[in-house]
């Protein structure tokens, strides 16, 4: 498969990772201040190169293909965990963004 063609469909060294993740925050928050600490940990995974979906837990992938994944994954993590109403947060094993493989 030529390089172009690997690129446009994500495939060998284009290959974008990405996991599942929960984030667990202090119980006791009204709606509007989780929707801020949500906001809080959104603005926290892409200053650490990530995108995500979902709200408090969902789907997190990188933004480049040519990064340690891990190394960013640990990062992300002590960040995540240094915010004072987090609880816990959990990340899944790496897979293939876009082929779930």
Same mark, same amino acid.
């Given at each position: 498969m030529?390089k !172009?063609?690997?690129k446009?469909?994500? !495939?060998?060294e284009?290959?974008e990772?990405?996991?599942?993740? !929960?984030?667990?925050?202090?119980p006791?928050?009204?709606k509007e201040?989780m #929707?801020?600490?949500? +906001?809080?940990?959104y603005?926290l995974?892409?200053?650490?190169?990530?995108y995500?979906?979902?709200d408090n837990e969902?789907?997190?992938?990188?933004q480049?293909? !040519?990064?340690?994944? +891990?190394?960013m994954?640990s990062?992300l993590?002590?960040?995540?965990r240094c915010m004072?109403?987090? #609880?816990d947060?959990?990340?899944?094993?790496? #897979? +293939?963004?876009w082929y779930?493989?």
């Open positions: 030529k !172009r063609l690997r446009k469909l994500h !495939r060998g284009f290959k990772i990405g996991f599942e993740f !929960r984030i667990c925050f202090a006791g928050n009204n201040k #929707t801020e600490l949500i +906001d809080e940990a603005w995974i892409e200053q650490h190169g990530f995500a979906g979902g969902g789907f997190m992938a990188v480049s293909y !040519r990064v340690n994944v +891990d190394e994954k990062k993590l002590c960040a995540l004072p109403e987090v #609880t947060v959990e990340f899944g094993e790496n #897979t +293939d963004a779930g493989a």
